[in-house]
């Protein structure tokens, strides 16, 4: 083989063991190197995933047990109910004179899912409801820059246990607060506006979503007094 | 490297249950998983998101894996449909380059974590019609025939694009050596 094709042999698939690259890699040894950056390039790519990750997709058979049965009896339904509902849905979004059809299903969509989305996030974390850390406004208002939001200084009257950046369905940060009242989950969400509150619920927590000028702010907790406690010290204390 | 190397052993027994199946995939895959989704999206949070979706509808449809030698592709499968339809939906503005973060390593030397930098933003600026088939061999170990049937292609246009996937990443990282002054 000669130096032309090893070359793009080896730059095609440097990890190729078939008898004739080998062969030829033999015949020349300082074609070597070139397959050793080669390959030491493709190894960077190889990055790591975030140690929590795994708990994560652990836990999905747990919270999708009922809706893996679900999903069963749906395939079973016949295909005549199927296309009745897609019909329904159609004329439920054909467009009224003066709207913009395109855009009602996708905002409807997001909100009916926003709920679910903020809650699986919430039991994804499990650790972050029992860690204790000492989290300083500063680091909160270092995390806020990038949503448009601040937390005012008098603000530090709330105790933070712990902060992390996430994604629900837009850049968003989570904190943890202790409260009087129990431990509340606060995500601040750059995403687009609720038209109005939102609560929603599953059998463990509750929580509601309320439009900023910004994007959205859910507080959840396992009591609605909690709720209602940090809602009171958040509304006084956020600048957007 | 890849996951070449586990392919010789059984990742799930047909006679194991729903969960231990569901397991022996996550255990096998998710590292996998998690660095395609990473360079596919170039966002660690989205990157978690979007595996953890993965495998959530790996679960809910597991039992419609019949092969369980299939198991890999499907993954990956199931993780570029899943990644398209949250593009169109909602990321758009995850197109702003200066908001990717470079995955980090603690024991990296200064100039590793150069090199690092390099790579990710070289990797960035590929057109993911060359870094497509790159991430699938690299990371995936799939073969240019797997490849070119999950991107439904033909195999000499795979190979074609995976010459010039490293060509266009070695010219890339040589520019930003000659910015950087320094050696690779």
């Known amino acids: 083989m000669n130096n032309s094709d090893f070359q793009q042999r080896a730059h095609t698939n440097p990890w190729d063991n078939t008898e004739d690259f080998q062969a030829a890699l033999a015949e020349a040894p300082e074609r070597q190197q070139l397959l050793d950056e080669l390959q030491a390039r493709d190894r960077q790519l190889l990055v790591n995933p975030p140690l929590a990750l795994k708990h994560r997709l652990d836990a999905i058979p747990e919270e999708n047990s009922g809706l893996a049965l679900w999903m069963q009896w749906e395939r079973a339904l016949p295909l005549a109910a199927s296309v009745l509902l897609a019909l329904s849905v159609a004329l439920y979004f054909w467009p009224q004179p003066g709207t913009d059809a395109l855009s009602i299903p996708d905002s409807t969509l997001m909100q009916a899912e926003l709920g679910n989305d903020i809650l699986q996030h919430i039991r994804s974390e499990p650790g972050m409801l029992e860690t204790d850390k000492q989290v300083t406004l500063a680091e909160v208002n270092e995390h806020m820059d990038t949503l448009g939001g601040r937390f005012t200084e008098d603000g530090d009257s709330m105790r933070i246990t712990d902060i992390k950046d996430c994604w629900i369905k837009g850049n968003a940060l989570h904190l943890v607060v202790k409260s009087q009242q129990g431990t509340v989950s606060v995500l601040i969400m750059d995403n687009a506006p609720v038209d109005s509150e939102l609560p929603f619920e599953d059998d463990r927590f509750q929580g509601v979503v309320t439009p900023t000028p910004r994007g959205n702010l859910a507080i959840v907790s396992e009591n609605a007094e909690g709720i209602e406690e940090v809602r009171q010290v958040l509304a006084s204390h956020i600048t957007w | ?184």
């Not at chain 2, 170039?42 to 019949?66: H, I, M, N, Y």
């Not at chain 2, 369980?68 to 995850?94: D, H, Q, V």
């Not at chain 2, 010219?171 to 050696?183: Q, V």
Request: aromatic letters at 8%; a negative charge.
């Open chain 2, 1 to 184: 490297m890849t996951s070449k190397e586990s392919d010789s052993k059984p990742v799930i027994d047909d006679s194991s249950s729903r969960q231990q199946r569901y397991e022996a995939l996550v255990n096998e895959y998710y590292t996998d998983i998690y660095r395609y989704a990473f360079w596919l999206c170039r966002s660690q949070p989205v990157a978690e998101d979007l595996v953890q979706e993965t495998f959530l509808r790996a679960w809910r449809a597991l039992d419609s894996l019949k092969n369980t030698g299939a198991a890999k592709a499907w993954l990956f499968t199931i993780l570029r449909r899943e990644n398209a339809r949250m593009y169109e939906k909602y990321r758009p503005e995850l197109d702003d380059i200066d908001d990717h973060a470079v995955p980090e390593v603690q024991r990296d030397e200064p100039d590793q974590a150069l090199e690092r930098r390099m790579l990710h933003n070289a990797m960035v600026q590929l057109e993911p019609e060359y870094r497509d088939p790159l991430l699938l061999q690299v990371i995936g170990g799939f073969s240019g025939d797997e490849i070119a049937q999950m991107l439904d292609l033909n195999t000499n246009t795979v190979m074609t694009r995976l010459f010039r996937a490293r060509n266009k990443l070695k010219a890339k990282l040589g520019e930003n050596t000659d910015n950087n002054g320094s050696h690779s």
